[in-house]
Each structure stands twice: as C-alpha cells, then as structure tokens.
C-alpha cells in the first residue's frame, strides 16, 4: 500500500475554487512514475465516484460532471497530484479521495479523504 496525504479541502461559497494536493510521502521517484493518480468522491448516501485520473506522462481523463471545471496534475518530482477545481457547484459537495494504481503490480491505494463543502 501506497501512503497518500490529501490536503486542501475547506468550504467554498458557490462559484469558487480549490486546490486539493495528494502527495506520497514515501515513495521513491521511480516508483511514482509507475503510479496512475487519480481523485474520486463520495456526497452522503452516495456511492464513491471517479472526478479525474491522470497518467505517468499527464494524459488525463475527466467525469462529465466535472469536465471544463476541473483540472488534474501532477509534478512526479514533487510526487504530488493536484486537482484544480473551479465554478464549483452544491452539488460537488463531498469527500474527496485521493487514489493511485500501479500499473506494473496493479496495486490500488487510497489517501484518508478530505471534505469539500460548497455553500452559502
């Protein structure tokens, strides 16, 4: 199991922003390269669902939700994986979960979760 620390979460008023961080602490640079990044959520009474993923090499794939409002990143130097999230909504209220699958042993990881609230 990978160690991922998400950090960034807070209370937003609708139509604001937040950058959510995920780093691996304790992974060696190799090793995060092999690593797809990747951030799901879960609103109470609601299953876990994929926001974004990104690739090794920064190709990333975006739920239809969140697409034109989102951005995902990552600095593999800094093993760290961002998630820009612009016009947010209510409706993103939720835990964000930071995950990663490596794609040699696929290996699939969780961070502990942080909380984005989106309200007035």
């Known amino acids: 199991q990978v160690q991922l620390v998400e950090s960034g979460g807070g209370l937003v008023p609708p139509g604001g922003s937040l950058r959510l961080s995920c780093v691996a602490p304790?992974?060696?640079?190799?090793?995060?390269?092999?690593?797809?990044m990747g951030w799901y959520r879960q609103a109470p009474g609601k299953q876990r669902e994929l926001v974004a993923t990104?690739?090794?090499?920064?190709?990333?794939n975006y739920a239809d939700s969140v697409t034109g409002r989102f951005t995902i990143s990552r600095n593999n130097s800094r093993k760290t994986v961002y998630l820009h999230m612009n016009s947010l909504k209510p409706e993103d209220t939720a835990v964000y979960y930071c995950?990663?699958?490596?794609?040699?042993?696929?290996?699939?990881?969780w961070g502990q979760g942080t909380q984005v609230t989106v309200s007035s």
């Open positions: 304790r992974l060696i640079f190799s090793t995060y390269t092999m690593l797809e």
């Open positions: 995950h990663s699958r490596n794609t040699a042993s696929d290996e699939n990881s």
């Open positions: 990104v690739t090794s090499s920064g190709s990333a």
